[in-house]
């Protein structure tokens, strides 16, 4: 929130007495002291006049990391802010609460923060904060440095290496690679990605602008890296950083650039912790009330963003980032591929899916114990069966809402009786599920994904007390084979309705409106943009309006209507589930720890999906249509194509306290409208309504810096 940036009044020492503040100084001292002369004021940003009106050593903000790190010793995180400071001085004020509410929420939960001085010449970055049982964090400064000397590695809690230009640490799977061309290769995930890495960059480093990655990099990188991975890669001799994610994004990477240094880690707390700002990006919290989720390269958070899936962030020196996406249709879809299978029958595809789950679970067949989540569907159910064969240590985790009117149980005690695979049943209420829940909100600093992504932190927590190391994940089928709700949009009923998209654009535009409730009319009125200008522009996300152009690589001639239709869903599931669901995953193994594996983002897997024709994905009035068939040998018929059904936890209830919450709350406050009375309208059931609430807590935790214990008893 910048409206208050430049609305600051030159102010003296004297309306500072009430509030000293220390100053913890890493100065060069090759520098010689700032000048305290009044007349130089105009000069500096509102918030530099502020401090050195206390005749406090300060430079630019921008410089801030290389400095200083100010923080308040007197006022408490709930006493008022000094009247009269801007916003980006209020920020400085409010880091002083940080450390201590992170310290006081860390004794709440009984975890471990490592909090660190800033970075400073002979400064390295921290290690992995106590309670995360994997990660990646470091520091590189952003500046050439031709034959500068090759990090050492040091061995302690996982991996750490150490130069004068950079500071790594990897707790987990890893990799490292030095290639030929120069560039120094770090990876956490799964993928023995970091040679295939480097020899993409060597061969498309050219030695000035942007890196000009080829088709055949893009699609060395795409596959390369699955099925996860982040990656951190260097040029110390021209000062190029780039950071890659996997296409799957079950492995998040944020960063942030201040100062000529760019820090990075995969725990977004941990990187909060290293960095002044303070403020939300509101238009995320919008993002997430229409969308029900948030994607794209941007946090919450201001100043720190995130690699989005499939990207590669390049930085070179000083400059703005450079965005690639490698994960890409013009790189990736093959028109042969596409023609060959058409060509094939269902049996031969059957067996080309056999064939590459095998390759995908291959790594898992050595492991003593395995784990399934499992509600009873038929992607969990066939690789329980499935794994079963070749296995004797396998166990079925299943959630239990005790207080849901269905029950997994219904669906799980006949599939394990069959299978005999024991399962354990992991009950959720309303208490373990709030107190889960707000553990995530202080662990993760953002809001919950959905309510079952809650309850399944439970069931990995329950699974983790009982031994079991090793988790097997369905995330992805869906995806691959065609599952997902969207693809009922290939049903007859509805491709004779798209029939009426013909008619002429005035038209069109009359029966929307026509068509439309009394709400939705009125918003139709309100807005400027309509229709197809609407749809390109993404509902005015522009950060989910650039895949929107993307799909246009999908045309080749002799294509239908509805295998165009088909392909556009399934690119925008490939690009839009990994950004905005994949980083809760990453967080099971975390907290508590385990290594979850995900074999559907297998590469022969992934590419067979985007290959796979529409009538292989819905066929006979059911999506996923070839998944099931390959699963009714292992499952039966019955449990391979019962319709998908997702057992919500009963939010109407349990969250029926803290929708009071919502009037003269954080999001009122934050928007200047009357949320409370936008809630009363929703009914009990509404999705709309858990978002609401979600942000509220989110915000009254995280920004509003609230008693956790005093809030959940509110909740309860």
């Known amino acids: 929130?910048?409206?208050?940036?430049?609305?600051?009044?030159?102010?003296?020492?004297?309306?500072?007495?009430?509030?000293?503040?220390?100053?913890?100084?890493?100065?060069?001292?090759?520098?010689?002291?700032?000048?305290?002369?009044?007349?130089?004021?105009?000069?500096?940003?509102?918030?530099?006049?502020?401090?050195?009106?206390?005749?406090?050593?300060?430079?630019?903000?921008?410089?801030?990391?290389?400095?200083?790190?100010?923080?308040?010793?007197?006022?408490?995180?709930?006493?008022?802010?000094?009247?009269?400071?801007?916003?980006?001085?209020?920020?400085?004020?409010?880091?002083?609460?940080?450390?201590?509410?992170?310290?006081?929420?860390?004794?709440?939960?009984?975890?471990?923060?490592?909090?660190?001085?800033?970075?400073?010449?002979?400064?390295?970055?921290?290690?992995?904060?106590?309670?995360?049982?994997?990660?990646?964090?470091?520091?590189?400064?952003?500046?050439?440095?031709?034959?500068?000397?090759?990090?050492?590695?040091?061995?302690?809690?996982?991996?750490?290496?150490?130069?004068?230009h950079l500071a790594v640490t990897i707790l987990g799977e890893q990799q490292d690679f030095t290639s030929p061309g120069g560039w120094q290769i770090f990876v956490l995930g799964q993928s023995r990605c970091a040679e295939v890495v480097a020899r993409a960059l060597d061969r498309s480093y050219g030695g000035g602008g942007a890196l000009p990655l080829s088709k055949e990099d893009c699609r060395a990188i795409s596959w390369g890296t699955l099925p996860s991975a982040v990656v951190v890669a260097a040029h110390t001799a021209t000062g190029r950083v780039c950071l890659i994610r996997d296409s799957a994004g079950f492995v998040p990477l944020y960063y942030t650039l201040r100062g000529g240094v760019l820090r990075f880690s995969t725990n977004l707390r941990h990187l909060r912790a290293q960095t002044p700002e303070t403020g939300t990006n509101t238009d995320k919290i919008v993002e997430m009330l229409a969308f029900g989720h948030r994607s794209g390269g941007r946090t919450l958070w201001q100043g720190i963003n995130v690699v989005g899936p499939g990207r590669l962030v390049e930085f070179r020196g000083g400059g703005h980032p450079h965005q690639h996406q490698f994960w890409h249709p013009e790189s990736l879809f093959e028109v042969a591929e596409r023609q060959r299978l058409e060509a094939c029958s269902s049996l031969e595809v059957l067996t080309e899916i056999g064939a590459a789950l095998d390759e995908a679970l291959a790594p898992l067949q050595t492991l003593e114990s395995l784990a399934v989540p499992c509600g009873g569907g038929v992607d969990s159910s066939l690789l329980?069966?499935?794994?079963?064969?070749?296995?004797?240590?396998?166990?079925?985790?299943?959630?239990?809402?005790?207080?849901?009117?269905?029950?997994?149980?219904?669906?799980?005690?006949?599939?394990?009786?069959?299978?005999?695979?024991?399962?354990?049943?992991?009950?959720?209420?309303?208490?373990?599920?709030?107190?889960?829940?707000?553990?995530?909100?202080?662990?993760?600093?953002?809001?919950?994904?959905?309510?079952?992504?809650?309850?399944?932190?439970?069931?990995?927590?329950?699974?983790?007390?009982?031994?079991?190391?090793?988790?097997?994940?369905?995330?992805?089928?869906?995806?691959?084979?065609?599952?997902l709700s969207s693809f009922y949009y290939l049903s007859r009923r509805f491709r004779l309705l798209r029939m009426l998209s013909a008619l002429r654009k005035q038209d069109r535009f009359w029966l929307i409106r026509a068509l439309s409730g009394e709400?939705?009319?009125?918003?139709?009125?309100?807005?400027?943009?309509?229709?197809?200008?609407?749809?390109?522009?993404?509902?005015?996300?522009?950060?989910?309006?650039?895949?929107?152009?993307?799909?246009?690589?999908?045309?080749?001639?002799?294509?239908?209507?509805?295998?165009?239709?088909?392909?556009?869903?399934?690119?925008?599931?490939?690009?839009?589930?990994?950004?905005?669901?994949?980083?809760?995953?990453?967080?099971?193994?975390?907290?508590?720890?385990?290594?979850?594996?995900?074999?559907?983002?297998?590469?022969?897997?992934?590419?067979?999906?985007?290959?796979?024709?529409?009538?292989?994905?819905?066929?006979?009035?059911?999506?996923?249509?070839?998944?099931?068939?390959?699963?009714?040998?292992?499952?039966?018929?019955?449990?391979?194509?019962?319709?998908?059904?997702?057992f919500p936890a009963p939010i109407r209830t349990w969250f029926d306290k803290a929708v009071l919450l919502l009037p003269n709350g954080f999001l009122e406050d934050l928007f200047c409208a009357r949320v409370g009375d936008l809630a009363r309208g929703m009914g009990p059931e509404d999705p709309s309504r858990w978002t609401l609430v979600n942000l509220e807590l989110w915000g009254r935790l995280n920004c509003w810096k609230e008693d956790p214990a005093a809030l959940l008893g509110r909740v309860l």
């Open 1 to 164: 929130d910048h409206r208050d940036l430049h609305s600051f009044p030159t102010r003296r020492s004297s309306d500072l007495s009430a509030h000293p503040v220390r100053v913890n100084a890493l100065v060069d001292p090759s520098r010689p002291p700032t000048s305290m002369c009044p007349s130089t004021y105009t000069r500096f940003s509102p918030c530099e006049q502020h401090i050195r009106g206390a005749e406090l050593d300060h430079r630019s903000v921008e410089g801030t990391f290389n400095t200083c790190a100010i923080v308040p010793t007197t006022r408490h995180f709930s006493e008022p802010i000094p009247l009269g400071l801007s916003t980006e001085a209020k920020d400085y004020v409010r880091l002083g609460g940080l450390e201590r509410n992170l310290r006081r929420t860390a004794e709440w939960k009984g975890m471990a923060i490592t909090l660190s001085q800033v970075p400073g010449k002979s400064a390295s970055f921290p290690d992995i904060p106590a309670d995360c049982a994997i990660g990646m964090a470091g520091w590189i400064r952003m500046e050439a440095t031709p034959g500068a000397s090759c990090p050492t590695q040091h061995a302690g809690r996982g991996n750490y290496w150490e130069g004068p």
């Open 384 to 483: 329980g069966a499935y794994l079963k064969r070749t296995r004797g240590q396998l166990h079925f985790f299943t959630v239990n809402k005790t207080d849901a009117d269905r029950q997994e149980a219904e669906w799980m005690q006949s599939l394990s009786r069959d299978l005999q695979i024991p399962c354990e049943y992991v009950n959720v209420t309303r208490e373990n599920f709030f107190s889960a829940y707000f553990e995530f909100l202080a662990l993760s600093e953002q809001p919950a994904i959905g309510a079952n992504l809650v309850s399944h932190r439970i069931l990995r927590r329950k699974a983790w007390d009982k031994g079991e190391k090793h988790f097997v994940s369905g995330e992805l089928c869906d995806t691959v084979f065609g599952g």
């Open 519 to 646: 709400k939705s009319l009125l918003l139709e009125i309100m807005r400027t943009a309509r229709g197809e200008e609407l749809g390109l522009l993404a509902g005015a996300d522009l950060e989910r309006s650039e895949f929107m152009t993307e799909i246009d690589s999908f045309r080749y001639p002799g294509q239908s209507n509805t295998q165009l239709m088909a392909d556009q869903l399934t690119w925008m599931n490939l690009r839009l589930i990994p950004s905005s669901l994949h980083n809760a995953f990453f967080e099971y193994d975390e907290h508590p720890g385990g290594v979850t594996y995900f074999p559907f983002a297998h590469p022969r897997l992934l590419r067979l999906g985007l290959h796979l024709p529409h009538s292989l994905k819905r066929n006979q009035g059911a999506n996923k249509w070839i998944w099931r068939k390959f699963a009714e040998p292992y499952i039966g018929k019955e449990v391979a194509f019962r319709k998908k059904y997702t």
